[in-house]
């Protein structure tokens, strides 16, 4: 509960297994229970051909993209996303994910504990 | 104020002219401008020799590095960081960054808007 400084793949890497999440891997990289009480950062990567279901909450989704080549949509509209871009979900409005290229596409997800 | 998808090039990048803090410039990636009302993504680069001073307030950092190498402190304890490398400084822990490389340090800092 206190300062931490790790490199990102000495954090445990846990398969995400809601319904219409497929091939899709989390890591809990700063959360409540490093002390951080307001918001927690988490790295997802989608293997190729992967995708998150198309859903909704009312929170919002703060990403950055690190690795690969994806779709993101949300509501009507689907952007290509590639390392370097940023996206930000507000709450409540559908979204998902998809990997369409042939590498790892790997982010950033931030999340707000405080709704 | 709703669904965004930029590269983080296309944010407008100004210079940080805090006292102690040398050569280094910040992007406001996801902000309050953007409805995002719990915290705030931030990209920073410091130069080759570049360094922030050392201070410390009542909100934490959530930090994850993009590019470069430098060293981070947090009260005495310094750690290296580089690419990949996640770093979580709680509230109140005085702390400072320096670019120890030859390239550009490159991290997202993210912070709490509620305190």
Redesign the interface.
Known sequence: ?????????E?KVEEVKEEGFEGITVRW??SKE??????A?RCFEVKPGGKTALHSHNW?H?V?V?NGKGK?R??S?V?E?KP???????AN?PHCFENSGEEVLRF?C?I?Y?K
């Open positions: 509960m206190g300062f931490k400084a790790v490199h990102y793949t954090v990289l700063i490093d002390g951080a009480e307001n918001f950062m919002e703060e950055f690190l993101v949300c509501n509209i952007k996303i370097g871009y940023v996206v930000f979900i507000p409005c950033l931030l707000p405080k």
